[in-house]
């Protein structure tokens, strides 16, 4: 089947078009139980659990319905040589995204101790992410057939090597930077040793080199990228971006939004690499004593921090020093924040830096105002959104990263506000919706963001439960 990217956009909009939500009508939207793909008894009691901290009656509904979307409706499961397969799609797009997939089965993890079978769904995603990274670690999407060809429309005529499996080729570091934030949280969860085999540690040397690779210092290195389209944020200038000088800091060709970067060193995502090469590492150490393997990606990790600390900060026309959002190694950088993760707003959530350092507060800030030419405020709602979807449209994405990284009550309450009276009357979170007009989203069906918000959620049952019990 041949799946055309913008219908999928569009196809949001259109059934968009749904009465606002109407208290106290609040239907079952879940799957039937025989329909789920995956079921785990113990994302079960979670959602009783913490469905019994939430007093808004709305707010308690759309967790229901978001925190276990990825395994009701995303999942499926077999096995390769006798071992766990897990392939995660995104939603309404039929492929394994390597950072969508490791994010959406995020939220389960601190249950994986206490049922063998989320065990089994982590142990098999962390397989296939690193047999997907073996296949192409340029990759960012690939097909549940490795032996496939893309059935991605939008990919079907790109200019770059296109491998059996691969979905789409856009270079992005996030992509190589998940699977090592997923082996490092189940490492931690579990101490269990089984998924980080040969296969494994082959794939984080792979991603490694394919960072060494990307820091271009002996010149442009293997990879290119064009695609013919009208929107500019989808190729590369010459197939490898504008022009830049080798720093030390890693090239990528895409942000996670899988828009074209301005200039190609993207600092979140640098900053999320040092983080995820440090957790790597910990896994090569104590999982396989693989010393080697640990030494590689703390060199590495080391080198790109000091070319951050010179290269990836910047002075905004009132003189506040913030983060840049890109760089090219020559002096020039641009200012802006886009909801997909790594963001600068998100790299606390990311743990890339601490919730209370004054240059990542002083860069937040200035991401959620007009300094941001992505911060969009409309009638409805405040928030960031990106060039992949427009002007004035706000992710909610943005805002649950906002109330996860905040500190205060007020800020975390304005942003559940916000997410529950967007929803466009689905129950669920999506892509975009517009500043003006909630009922006007992109995307019915995109899990990363429903299980993004239950992430939330449980964070806040967890940590603020009495704000789950405060009228909103």
């Known amino acids: 089947m041949t799946i055309d990217r913008r219908m999928v956009l569009a196809g949001g909009l259109a059934l968009a078009g749904t009465p606002a939500f109407a208290a106290p009508a609040f239907p079952d939207k879940r799957p039937?139980?025989?329909?789920?793909?995956?079921?785990?008894?113990?994302?079960?009691?979670?959602?009783?659990?913490?469905?019994?901290?939430?007093?808004?009656?709305?707010?308690?509904?759309?967790?229901?319905?978001?925190?276990?979307?990825?395994?009701d409706t995303t999942v499926k499961m077999g096995t390769i040589g006798g071992q766990p397969d897990a392939f995660v799609i995104t939603g309404d797009i039929p492929c394994l995204w390597l950072r969508d997939s490791a994010a959406q089965v995020k939220p389960y993890l601190h249950l994986v101790r206490n049922d063998p079978k989320l065990g089994e769904l982590f142990s098999g995603l962390i397989a296939r992410q690193a047999r997907s990274i073996l296949i192409d670690p340029y990759a960012n999407a690939f097909m549940e057939d490795p032996t496939a060809k893309t059935n991605l429309g939008w990919a079907l005529t790109d200019e770059t090597t296109m491998k059996p499996g691969v979905a789409e080729r856009k270079w992005e570091i996030d992509s190589l930077c998940y699977p090592m934030r997923l082996a490092h949280g189940y490492w931690q969860a579990t101490r269990d040793p089984r998924p980080f085999d040969a296969t494994w540690a082959q794939a984080a040397r792979t991603s490694i080199r394919t960072f060494r690779e990307q820091q271009r210092k002996d010149g442009p290195a293997p990879y290119s990228f064009?695609?013919?389209?009208?929107?500019?944020?989808?190729?590369?200038?010459?197939?490898?971006?504008?022009?830049?000088?080798?720093?030390?800091?890693?090239?990528?060709?895409?942000r996670p939004s899988d828009d074209a970067c301005l200039y190609p060193f993207l600092i979140p995502a640098n900053l999320f690499a040092v983080s995820a090469l440090r957790e790597l590492a910990t896994v090569a150490s104590e999982a396989r004593q693989d010393t080697t393997l640990a030494t590689e990606a703390t060199t590495l990790a080391t080198e790109v921090e000091a070319a951050l600390r010179q290269w990836g900060t910047m002075r905004l026309k009132d003189g506040r020093e913030v983060w840049a959002y890109e760089v090219d190694g020559y002096g020039n950088a641009v200012f802006m924040d886009d909801a997909n993760v790594p963001s600068l707003s998100g790299l606390a959530y990311l743990g890339c830096v601490a919730p209370t350092d004054p240059l990542w507060q002083r860069?937040?800030?200035?991401?959620?105002?007009?300094?941001?030419?992505?911060?969009?405020?409309?009638?409805?709602?405040?928030?960031?959104?990106?060039?992949?979807?427009?002007?004035?449209?706000?992710?909610?994405?943005?805002?649950?990263?906002?109330?996860?990284?905040?500190?205060?009550?007020?800020?975390?309450?304005?942003?559940?506000?916000?997410?529950?009276?967007?929803?466009?009357?689905t129950g669920f979170i999506h892509e975009a919706f517009d500043q003006d007009n909630p009922a006007k989203f992109t995307r019915e069906w995109f899990a990363w963001a429903n299980g993004l918000f239950g992430e939330l959620i449980v964070h806040l049952a967890a940590t603020r439960p009495a704000l789950m019990k405060a009228p909103l």
């Open 32 to 71: 039937a139980r025989a329909d789920r793909r995956f079921t785990s008894p113990a994302v079960e009691r979670e959602i009783v659990r913490v469905s019994k901290l939430i007093a808004d009656p709305k707010l308690r509904w759309m967790f229901g319905n978001c925190y276990p979307n990825t395994l």
């Open 226 to 254: 064009r695609r013919s389209a009208p929107q500019p944020t989808e190729t590369l200038l010459w197939g490898h971006g504008n022009p830049t000088r080798p720093v030390g800091l890693i090239h990528s060709g895409f």
């Open 363 to 425: 860069t937040r800030d200035a991401a959620w105002s007009e300094a941001n030419p992505w911060f969009f405020r409309g009638t409805k709602a405040e928030g960031i959104g990106g060039p992949h979807v427009g002007a004035g449209q706000i992710w909610p994405m943005s805002l649950t990263i906002r109330a996860l990284s905040a500190t205060d009550d007020a800020t975390i309450l304005a942003c559940l506000r916000t997410l529950r009276d967007t929803d466009g009357g």
